[in-house]
């Protein structure tokens, strides 16, 4: 596995983790305890803006698109299985849309890795480590 050579690497995997965590525990609370905002009457690209999000920063986070389909792989694999509990547990529906949002936003944030984009974190990082310095 190859990380980036991040000066703060701590701070941006944290930020990660507490990422997909958040994404987990919208996934599994009620929706009156959640109070979902309306996107145009779908909650889809809701969806597709997380997924979004926490692929393109797995694409930031790594150098290798080995790691980078390993990252897809398991955000498609968490999207399925957070329907699924959300079915189990009663509070909400699990809805197969959800999971095409969720594989749109994943694939769209892999496709950061062909721009220059893929390096933007990095390049923040370094420049606000070197005004620090």
């Keep these: 596995m190859s990380w980036r050579p991040f000066p703060h690497p701590w701070l941006w995997r944290g930020l990660f983790a507490l990422a997909l965590v958040a994404v987990i525990v919208l996934s599994l609370v009620s929706n009156d ?3 979902q905002v309306d996107f145009i009457g779908n909650d889809k690209i809701g969806h597709f803006l997380a997924y979004f ?3 393109a920063f797995a694409v930031q986070l790594r150098d290798a698109s080995a790691d980078w389909s390993r990252a897809a792989f398991g955000l498609l694999l968490m999207s ?3 329907e699924f509990l959300q079915q189990a547990s009663g509070l ?3 809805d197969i849309r959800d999971v095409y949002a969720n594989a749109a936003g994943i694939v769209t ?3 950061t890795a062909l721009t220059p984009a893929r390096t ?3 390049a923040f990082d370094k420049r606000f480590s070197g005004a620090r310095n």
Excluded: N, S, Y
């Design 33 to 35: 305890a959640l109070r």
């Design 53 to 55: 999000v926490l692929m």
């Design 109 to 111: 944030g892999a496709l």
């Design 92 to 94: 909400r529906r699990g």
């Design 120 to 122: 933007w974190l990095l």
């Design 80 to 82: 399925i299985v957070l």
